[in-house]
């Protein structure tokens, strides 16, 4: 066995070590159940595994009195973690988190907006993705590789969860905002060769929502870490291009909504802005909602609890563009 191949297996091996969590067992009360199952998407290497192979790597970050507030700066085994809802209605979500390219901030149990769609009866599946700083041969479409499979693997085991194939959303967050428009414009490029029957499926989304989300690769609007963690340090005009999502969305774009905070001064408003029109000039669905202040990473809660407009919004935009999920949801 190669060296790169025995690391990669110590990787899922300490992985599966690790205190995974059942989906299996619901709330007896009918609310959403906070555990969720934790699986690799692919069946064996991922795609373009280094000469190396990558050591994963899982830190805590700032939020002390959340023990499950990880950072992954290095990721060899895509996963993704599911959050069944107690009474599934056939709808899922697929969630990105962000982290610039340079990690992906998200934790080992369900997030809060994960737990509040399967309180709605909206199966959520959240991302682990790998990133192109650990030399994968995709490079920038390394990411992008791991959504297309992940849409894919949801659909593929869709009776499992209870789940309608053609009824399955993504939703993402600053770099993961990039990462869901990119599966939005993309999801029919051939970014890697097929590995089993799962990969005869669409990866398309029936709708997406991009939230204070990186978009464009060409400066001074790119987030520079963004840029430099997917494109490298001196990427060419014609790549930067190539990256900005506005600037290639095709008529199978799935509809968009777009969602930022005016004082965003991490991720430039101007990113949902270009995203917008570039959705106008190709007449694809999209709504866009600016708020005055918020920041980055503006709260997805209200103080006691209540989803806050980012998430209810979705839910309606989506309910109207044939996202089918119940009625308390939109």
């Known amino acids: 066995m190669s060296s790169d191949r025995r690391q990669f297996l110590g990787s899922l091996t300490a992985l599966a070590a690790a205190p995974l969590l059942s989906g299996r067992a619901l709330a007896a009360s009918g609310e959403s159940v906070v555990t969720g199952e934790r699986f690799p998407i692919w069946p064996g290497s991922p795609p373009g595994l280094p000469k190396g192979g990558v050591t994963e790597e899982r830190v805590l970050r700032s939020n002390k009195s959340n023990p499950d507030d990880f950072a992954w700066p290095h990721v060899a085994v895509p996963m993704l973690t599911v959050c069944p809802a107690a ?27 994960s737990r509040w769609f399967a309180s709605q009866g909206v199966t959520a599946f959240e991302l682990l993705y790998r990133l192109p700083h650990d030399g994968w041969t995709g490079g920038p479409d390394t990411p ?10 949801i659909r593929a085991n869709a009776a499992k969860w209870g789940v309608d194939p053609a009824n399955v959303a993504a939703i993402g967050f600053s770099a993961g905002g990039h990462l869901c428009g990119s599966l939005a414009t993309r999801a029919g490029v051939k970014v890697y060769e097929p590995v089993d029957a799962a990969d005869a499926l669409d990866a398309r989304p029936i709708v997406a929502g991009m939230f204070f989300p990186v978009v464009s690769m060409v ?16 990427p060419s005009e014609e790549l930067s291009r190539r990256y900005s999502v506005n600037l290639d969305v095709p008529a199978t774009t799935p509809p968009i909504l777009l969602g930022h905070a005016a004082d965003d001064t991490v ?17 694809i669905p999209s709504e866009l909602f600016v708020i005055e202040k918020g920041g980055h990473g503006a709260p997805l809660f209200e103080p006691d609890g209540r989803a806050g407009v980012w998430l209810t919004r979705f839910a309606r935009f989506g309910a109207r563009h044939g996202w089918k999920i119940p009625s308390d949801g939109a």
């Open 87 to 113: 009474r599934p209605t056939g709808a899922a979500v697929l969630t990105m988190p962000g982290g610039g390219y340079a990690r992906v901030a998200m934790g080992t149990k369900p997030s809060a907006t």
């Open 219 to 234: 400066p001074p609007l790119a987030h520079a870490q963004s840029r430099s963690e997917l494109l490298g340090a001196n």
């Open 267 to 283: 991720v430039d408003c101007g990113n949902s802005l270009a995203m917008f029109e570039g959705c106008r000039a190709a007449k």
């Open 144 to 153: 992008l590789q791991d959504a297309q499979r992940a849409m894919r693997v």
